[in-house]
T-cell receptor, first 111, second 116 residues
Framework: GNSVTQMEGPVTLSEEAFLTINCTYT??????LFWYVQYPGEGLQLLLK?????DKGSNKGFEATYRKETTSFHLEKGSVQVSDSAVYFC??????????FGQGTILTVHP | GAGVSQSPRYKVAKRGQDVALRCDPI?????LFWYQQALGQGPEFLTY????????KSGLPSDRFFAERPEGSVSTLKIQRTQQEDSAVYLC??????????????FGAGTRLSVL
């Protein structure tokens, strides 16, 4: 079956630092890939997605590129803010939408 | 409503009790998913509905878990004879269509179940 491996956290950064959270996937075929974010006290929200190889998803300064050759979908942001503190989940989706999630990475950004 | 609504938000049950968790998806959304999220883990798939049809229930951990969506809108996840290992956050998500692999799922805030 499909699986998603996400870099273990937690990650602690200072404001304006560069962020990378690694994600790799194992799947039959090429699933759609997603990053979801969970802010404190809130539900899961879609951050960005990519549906095929070499697609780049981007939103709120975050980016991730679907790399077929390395089966990866690493999340990056050039300059994090305190408001980016949250839990980030990488996920892969089947053709009808069933999601397989990574374990999540807790990001804390200090002023 | 504007988003996916789940109730109750919190549920405490004694071991052996039956519980029922409700999900109101976004109006018009065809697909509905249930996930289980243990503390410190990512959500894990439980079951999937396309309208009223339950097309995938491969993630239900035992026959104590049962889900339904009789009219293709509201869904209920029922857990019989709850056990301590059932303690988790149960998430519901809906999406407009099942036809596109990249279709966006909208998640509810979840029901946190604690079994004592």
């Amino acid at each position: 079956g499909n699986s998603v491996t996400q870099m273990e956290g937690p990650v602690t950064l200072s404001e304006e630092a560069f962020l990378t959270i690694n994600c790799t996937y194992t799947a039959t075929g090429y699933p759609s890939l997603f990053w979801y974010v969970q802010y404190p006290g809130e539900g899961l929200q879609l951050l960005l997605k990519a549906t095929k190889a070499d697609d780049k998803g981007s939103n709120k300064g975050f980016e991730a590129t679907y790399r077929k050759e390395t089966t990866s979908f690493h999340l990056e942001k050039g300059s994090v803010q305190v408001s980016d503190s949250a839990v980030y989940f990488c996920a892969g989706g089947t053709s009808y939408g069933k999601l397989t999630f990574g374990q999540g990475t807790i990001l804390t950004v200090h002023p | 409503g504007a988003g996916v609504s789940q109730s109750p938000r919190y549920k405490v049950a004694k071991r052996g009790q039956d519980v029922a968790l409700r999900c109101d998806p976004i109006s018009g959304h065809v697909s509905l998913f249930w996930y289980q999220q243990a503390l410190g883990q990512g959500p894990e798939f439980l079951t999937y509905f396309q309208n009223e049809a339950q097309l995938d229930k491969s993630g239900l951990p035992s026959d104590r878990f049962f889900a339904e969506r009789p009219e293709g809108s509201v869904s209920t996840l029922k857990i019989q004879r709850t056990q301590q290992e059932d303690s988790a956050v149960y998430l519901c998500a809906s999406s407009f269509s099942f036809r596109e692999g990249g279709n966006i799922q909208y998640f509810g805030a979840g029901t946190r179940l604690s079994v004592l």
